[in-house]
Structure formats: C-alpha cells, structure tokens
C-alpha cells in the first residue's frame, strides 16, 4: 500500500518562501510521477505542479510559474515544493499525489492520479 506524507506547512509573510516535502512509502516511488495540488476555502482543488518519475520533465501552473520548484529525491522516496515570493492568494491546503502511469509529460488532471495524501495547510499573509 502507497502512503503518501506532507509536511512543510505553515504560516508566512508574503514575499516569504517555505519547502513542503511529500515521503512516500512503497517500493516503487521511482516509478511514479508526482504532483502538487492545492485547495483554497469554497474553491475546487487544483494543479500546482508536477514532476515525472526520473525528473527529467515537469509542469507549472501559470500561476506559481517562476516562483514554485517541484523536485525529487528518490532515493529518499521524498517530492519536494519549493515555495518562494509567497502571494496571500497561495493560501491553501497543499496536497501531494502519486500518478503510478508512466507518461512522457507529467498529468496536470486531479483525475490522473492514484493516491493522495493528507495535505498540509499554508497560510500567507499580506
């Protein structure tokens, strides 16, 4: 069974910067694309980035495009989010996901992942 852990979370001023990190249990991380996600009070959960299992590719909202690094590490089964230039409207409860399809670009659809985790919250004030 495949768990997936976040952790990082926090309160920041905006302009500040915070690193989530997602530990994934389960033999077969390298094998999975990861992604970021985040879901802000009364809106849909929505993609924030991914990265695909050898990291040689990954994907930005338009959003977080210049600000935010997804990365991986997957001798420590562990995906990280590098969060810099925090703006209020990145408040949210982040979620990392696991997509076990092996894919050329990495899913930007909620649907195309497998298994989620718990999500931790990140909240920016202006």
């Known amino acids: 069974q495949v768990q997936l852990v976040e952790s990082g979370g926090g309160l920041v001023q905006a302009g500040g910067s915070l690193r989530l990190s997602c530990a994934v249990s389960?033999?077969?991380?390298?094998?999975?694309?990861m992604g970021w996600f985040r879901q802000a009070p009364g809106k849909e959960r929505e993609f924030v980035a991914a990265i695909r299992w050898s990291g040689s590719s990954t994907s930005y909202a338009d959003s977080v495009k210049g600000r935010f690094t997804i990365s991986r590490d997957n001798a420590k089964n562990t995906v990280y989010l590098q969060m810099s230039s925090l703006k209020p409207e990145d408040t949210a409860v982040y979620y990392c996901?696991?997509?076990?399809?092996?894919?050329?670009?990495?899913?930007?659809?909620?649907?195309?992942?497998?298994?989620w985790g718990q999500g931790t919250q990140v909240t920016v004030s202006s």
């Open positions: 996901a696991a997509d076990k399809s092996i894919r050329l670009v990495p899913a930007t659809s909620l649907g195309a992942y497998d298994y």
């Open positions: 389960g033999r077969t991380f390298g094998n999975y694309a």
